[in-house]
T-cell receptor, first 113, second 112 residues
């Protein structure tokens, strides 16, 4: 158990809908990272937050957004969902602003029908 | 695009044998690499890391070798066990931010 929690574990929705994925980092970790894992693209970095502020951005679509709250949990919002958004979404956390040893949560499996 | 890549997508190994998983990278300025293990239904788990000022680093049953001349790193697992069956990723942080770039992954299957 990495100490990072993600909810829900599974999510099934329809095209055009909007969903919110939630992540709670390890106790004391200030950095939260979001990754997407799909069969054709592998593990792709989406976005990072550090202590509530956006720190780095990767291949995140404009339909996707994220935020980190004062209690350090983070949410990833996916809107206008398309079939191709079906994937595993992982959250990771680390103790410093650096990238060392990111701890990954169990992931949320999103299926868009 | 990816800066790290793996040589083989799959590896089948007999229980008790040693496993070697390879990874190549393209940026000669890269100075830090990480190996992750992802078991079925779980998130990636940190195994071991290495910085460019080292050629070798050992952990518990795992060794990472870094060859900067040919921009290659490998993960060696000693006495492979059934619990080692997983997908293994090499990862590299980008130089100007904190995102990790992952290779495509090698699926290791341990035969009893």
């Amino acid at each position: 158990d990495s100490g990072v929690t993600q909810t829900p574990k599974h999510l099934i929705t329809a095209t055009g809908q909007r969903v919110t994925l939630r992540c709670s980092p390890r106790s004391g970790d200030l950095s939260v990272y979001w990754y997407q894992q799909s069969l054709d693209q592998g593990l792709q970095f989406l976005i990072q937050y550090y202590n509530g502020e956006e720190r780095a951005k990767g291949n995140i679509l404009e339909r996707f957004s994220a935020q980190q709250f004062p209690d350090l949990h983070s949410e990833l919002n996916l809107s206008s969902l398309e079939l191709g958004d079906s994937a595993l979404y992982f959250c990771a956390s680390s103790g410093l602003a650096s990238y060392n040893e990111q701890f990954f949560g169990p992931g949320t499996r999103l299926t868009v029908l | 695009g990816e800066s790290v890549g793996l040589h083989l997508p799959t590896l089948s190994v007999q229980e008790g044998d040693n496993s070697i998983i390879n990874c190549a990278y393209s940026n000669s300025a890269s100075d830090y690499f990480i190996w992750y293990k992802q078991e079925s239904g779980k998130g990636p788990q940190f195994i071991i890391d290495i910085r460019s000022n080292m050629d070798k680093r050992q952990g518990q049953r795992v060794t990472v070798l870094l060859n900067k001349t040919v921009k290659h790193l490998s993960l060696q697992i000693a006495a492979t066990q059934p619990g080692d069956s997983a997908v293994y990723f090499c990862a590299e942080p980008s130089s100007n931010d904190y995102k990790l770039s992952f290779g495509a992954g090698t699926t290791v299957t341990v035969r009893a």
